[in-house]
């Protein structure tokens, strides 16, 4: 077994995919090829994991990576061994999801957020400014501009905002938001940001790369 790190009580979830070329962002390979979108999830992926460490210069965090794709010695040997791995495991995302919660908070967590890694303005001070407004709010959303979210964050495991969800649509906050309301949670909410999925969405990952380099 691995030596993983404890669950703080805040703890954060960082969904991804192992960057296989074919299998990876597949609506950016018209653009970039099948190398050059699994490229891009790797960055994306490292990107994400470099804002996450910053937060934990600060802040009393555990994080987790839960992937799909590969297999554990493949992303041991793509991002390290001292990270703390698990697969998504199977069902829809918001099936992944609800479990990845649940586990979570089974582990001890009491503030939990999870996030994928498409979107590159995620950054330490959005992670932070999320996990206080939990102190306040029962849920926090990350609105994307496509009508999804790229953040997540409860006190307590409800896996009803994971139900009844059209993922990958432009009704997925929508929905949520809904379900949120008719469980009368308290939702609190993020700045407005764009997730990279499309050829379109290219320019705003140049501009990052324009501004760390």
Partial sequence: MLNLPETAKQHLIIFTRYPEPGKTKTRLIPALGTEGAANLQRQMTEHTLSQVKQLQKTSAISFEVRFAGGHLQLMQDWLGYDIAYQPQGEGDLGSRMAQSFYNAFQSGAEKVLTIGTDCPDVNDQILAEA????????????????????????????????????????????????????????????????????????????KLLGLTH
């Avoid at 029962?138 to 009844?164: H, K, M, T």
């Fill in 131 to 206: 996990f206080e407004q939990l102190q306040q709010c029962d849920l926090v959303l990350g609105p994307a501009v496509d009508g999804g979210y790229y953040l997540i964050g409860l006190q307590r495991s409800v896996p009803e905002l994971f139900i009844n969800i059209d993922w990958g649509t432009s009704q997925v906050l929508q929905q949520t938001i809904d379900t949120a309301q008719t469980l009368n949670l308290l939702v609190n909410y993020l700045p407005l940001l764009a997730d990279i999925d499309r050829p379109e969405d290219l320019p705003i990952w140049e």
